[in-house]
């Protein structure tokens, strides 16, 4: 099933969920920790209260909002990717229900991508929507990698639900290792 499908059929807290993980792996250019967003991931859980989730992110918000990414990034170019990263932050809703949710889920989908794509030394020569719908021939191996994630984020929601939470936590911090790496890697190579 294509990306968009996954999108396209998953429940609230899949959706936000999604949304969540494509944020959190994309922390490095928001110069946050590893656990910024972990108050957020357990608002998704059974025990929780939606209606914490706006209070939660405005919290996350302010930690980060003043907060640069790797100093040298923004002045080199990568500037767009750290851009994308914000929108996601700015956009997400402040409840975590409706259409919304939806809209965000997607939103991230596809900045998450476009990010990978922006940071792969490989050129993509297919659009984004492309991949999204399924078509992964000579895609670059970082973007790749990221569209895997987010359908394993999607697939394991929907067969788990709350309780695939974890599995989807897992392959967040695994991409959001991925990227720190590649943030550092190309931070050093303009020193």
Avoid: Y
């Avoid at 939606?50 to 405005?58: K, R, S």
């Avoid at 996350?60 to 990568?78: C, M, N, T, V, W």
């Avoid at 569209?147 to 959001?176: C, D, F, K, N």
Wanted: with cysteine; aromatic share 2%.
């Amino acid at each position: 099933m294509s990306l968009v499908d996954l999108i396209a059929q998953a429940d609230e807290r899949g959706l936000a969920a999604s949304g969540l993980a494509c944020l959190d792996r994309c922390v490095p250019l928001l110069g946050g920790d590893d656990e910024i967003l972990r108050p957020l991931w357990g608002n998704l859980t059974e025990a929780s209260d939606t209606a914490d989730w706006g209070g939660i992110l405005d919290q996350i918000r302010g930690k980060l909002g003043d907060s640069e990414a790797d100093g040298d990034s923004e002045a080199d170019g990568d500037s767009e990717a750290v851009l994308l990263a914000r929108r996601m932050l700015a956009a997400a809703p402040a409840e975590r229900t409706g259409t919304q949710v939806r809209v965000w889920a997607d939103a991230c989908s596809v900045a998450s991508l476009q990010i990978h794509r922006l940071l792969d030394p490989a050129d993509d020569p297919a659009t984004l929507d492309s991949r999204r719908a399924g078509r992964t021939e000579a895609m670059p191996p970082l973007a790749a990698a990221e569209l895997r994630r987010q359908i394993t984020v999607l697939e394991v929601l929907a067969e788990h639900g709350a309780g695939g939470l974890r599995r989807a936590l897992e392959v967040s911090v695994e991409g959001r290792r991925v990227l720190r790496a590649v943030v550092s890697r190309r931070a050093r190579g303009r020193k």
